[in-house]
């Protein structure tokens, strides 16, 4: 990390990436440090990167050392050792991952908000989950929802659900499922399994994010108690344990956009570094010489640095939001949610936009295998397809929303 690019907070609070100053002020000092601790993990998690991009999987090292920082705790209760950290704390520790490895960056966002999902569930989920292992992790897929068949005590399981991101280093898994109850509505809900009990499969063959894992699970007939299931529509919510500090599975998915923050601060400071070194300047119409001293390489890293700037600025509106309504223990409006879902994904695009102003002037050296821009680049491509930054749809619902306020006004 470039030394003109930390701020020092007060006391012996380590220092944070002023890049993410949007995020982070205000944090609690135990929020700070694990924003600080993810920071310290980047050269690791880079060095690994290769490796989960070919094995296909995170390797068993980067969950390692995401365990001993005690960042697979971010969703963890406090009353089992965790910290209930808040949206503005996870998004920030996730980009600061994402600097190192955009899968682990993407694959510890779903634990956590997989995690955050199981207030969904009573206590005695919850206690189940984390009362001998703080450090278990949760997973999930709504890639479809399969039949659940009530018999005595619970349900059976019996499908497939794809994408399922962090599968292989995950100890649970959320499915979503629907009741088969002959002569009733079916009713959708979440089920969840020991990820012990169903098998996976490798269906995970993408150009990019290879390394979150995200395979097939399968289950059959899988037994689930009564009590890890929930149906929505019968009116289960958060229980009233549930503390103030931990937000409610609303407007969660804008925590996804915190790889990819981190992706476009990556490869930023990959490219810029190998400009600074000397990269020579090579065109057709111009003698070659240094490309850092060209204003025109100049002005594309500057407007590289504003765009991740104003991305970074768009999901902290969005993690501020979550907060803001986890304090008072309010429900975000559908403008708000809308609101969230429009700033992931232009947040993302603007990442997108700021990679190629960089790899414009960072020379076709960077798309060499050997080189970590066109893992980025491909992970970026493939990110940012994801369901959650597709505007084209949510705009839609966003401006029928916005017109009855505007008319309002």
Request: proline share 6%.
């Amino acid at each position: 990390m470039d030394p003109s690019q930390v701020t020092t907070t007060k006391g012996s609070t380590p220092p944070v990436n002023d890049r993410l100053d949007a995020l982070t002020a205000g944090l609690p000092a135990e929020e700070l440090a694990l924003v600080s601790a993810a920071a310290s993990l980047v050269p690791v998690l880079s060095a690994n990167a290769d490796a989960a991009d070919a094995m296909g999987k995170l390797p068993d090292d980067d969950i390692a050392a995401l365990r001993k920082e005690g960042l697979l705790r971010l969703a963890t209760p406090r009353r089992y050792g965790g910290h209930e950290a808040g949206a503005c704390a996870a998004t920030a520790v996730a980009a600061e991952v994402g600097r190192g490895c955009a899968s682990a960056s993407w694959v510890l966002t779903v634990y956590y908000t997989a995690g955050i999902a199981l207030w969904l569930f009573p206590d005695e989920v919850r206690h189940r989950v984390w009362d001998e292992d703080p450090d278990a992790t949760v997973c999930g897929s709504s890639a479809g929802a399969a039949p659940a068949r009530k018999i005595d005590g619970g349900y059976l399981l019996s499908g497939r659900w794809g994408w399922a991101s962090g599968i292989h280093h995950a100890s649970w898994a959320i499915l979503s499922v629907v009741t088969e109850d002959a002569g009733s509505a079916r009713e959708s809900g979440f089920a969840l399994v020991r990820t012990s009990e169903p098998s996976v499969e490798h269906t995970w063959n993408m150009v990019g994010m290879r390394g979150t894992g995200s395979d097939t699970i399968i289950a059959d007939d899988v037994f689930v108690p009564e009590e890890q299931i929930v149906f929505p529509a019968r009116g289960a919510v958060p229980g009233p344990s549930t503390p103030l500090s931990v937000p409610k599975p609303q407007g969660l998915m804008g925590a996804l956009a915190a790889p990819v923050l981190g992706m476009g601060m990556g490869i930023y400071d990959h490219v810029v570094a190998k400009l600074s070194a000397g990269r020579p300047l090579v065109s057709a119409g111009r003698s070659p010489g240094r490309a850092i001293d060209a204003p025109a390489v100049q002005a594309n890293i500057a407007d590289a640095a504003m765009l991740i700037d104003s991305a970074i600025l768009q999901a902290a509106r969005t993690a501020h939001a979550v907060d803001r309504a986890t304090r008072t223990g309010a429900r975000l409006s559908p403008l708000a949610i809308a609101r969230t879902r429009m700033d992931c994904g232009f947040a993302a695009r603007q990442i997108r936009q700021a990679a190629d102003k960089l790899l414009d002037v960072g020379g076709a050296g960077r798309f060499a295998d050997s080189d970590p821009a066109q893992r980025i680049w491909r992970d970026l491509g493939t990110a940012t397809r994801h369901p959650a930054f597709i505007t084209e749809l949510d705009r839609e619902q966003y401006a029928r929303l916005l017109v009855p306020v505007l008319r309002a006004q």
